[in-house]
């Protein structure tokens, strides 16, 4: 507002502008908005607003739009509040469906409410209690709302290279047996390998929950050949979570637990070759959504399967690349079986040695082919029933 203007001289401007603002043209009313921003220092759309605004007459009531309200806010914060905390503070849509049933318990919890406090509870929109609980939503602004699982991914550090020489370092990851529908109601697979021997050990789940991928977990530190040291997982909430870091860390010799960088497949390269030739190999791109597939999976995996995986298939390691010009020259190892290198690890025991040794001679890997393909049979059959 113009500093020697007084509030009644700013008054009487303004409706005699607004006079003029209702009888003007397009142009000329463009002409009044720019006055109005210099006079009183207006933003443009406020200045709009101000143009526009009908005087009230005297002894007139300004007409107030929307229908008039039928509750006493204060009579209905009281005991909507009490309902609104108890629910977990659901928003205004979720606390209407829920009404019927919560303000019955109110009554019965805390005290008897009168009709018509009762009966606006039950008839108010959505959109009408939010606006009662705005206030209350300020208040109890919840904090810290970011899940578990994004706090412990802050927590658990990335790795994009692996720079450890010693076996006993695992990338993990699970793979879906859900035939194209992922629901959760089918079967997974637990896939490891170790980084340095390239010993791979995969179990079934049943679910990706917490407890199974932890349990299996636990079944898979106890069959390898030397002393687990390490996990690098993806970001699944499978691996994320308060059991596992607790099982990495809370121990006599803690395991260096880290994750790869979201969306970055090449970060868990080991492992996730390992999916196609380990996992979709044997068991395919089918859904085994009957639960008695697992122990049969799993009976397979710690036999015959994982037998054959780890003492008959060699594999290369990549050793060194180089870029050539415009080509990639990478260099391997030479082709050896996952217990060739364990055998050679100073890290695993000579008794373990010995034990690994000795079913390595008593194994032939025809025979262990064709149970695997009795077993691989069976678990179709089961799989094709319905649970």
Known sequence: MHPEMSEITRKEVLAKMRRRYVAAGLEYKGKLINQAVELFGYHRKAAIRALRRSESKPGI????????????????????KVIWLAALQPCGKRLVSAMPEWVPAYEQDHHKLDSDVRESLLSASAATLDRLLAPARAQHRRRGATRPGTLLRQEIPIRTEWCEESAGFLEIDTVALCGGSLDDRHAWMFDGVDIQTTWVEMRGLPNRGQAATLSQLQDVE????????????DNGGEFINHHLVAYAHQRERPLAFTRSRPYRKNDNAHVEQKNYTHVRQWFGYERHDNPAVVSRINALCKGALGQLLNFFLPSMKLQSKRREGSRTVRVYDRAATPVQRVLVRAEVSDEKKAQLRQLHQSLNPFALRRQIDKQLKEIDSIRQLKA
Do not use: N, T
């Open 61 to 80: 009531v300004a007409y107030v739009r929307g229908r008039p309200r039928k509750y006493s806010a204060e009579q209905l914060l009281k005991p909507l």
């Open 222 to 233: 106890q069959s390898l050949p030397f002393a687990l040291a390490g996990l690098d997982a």
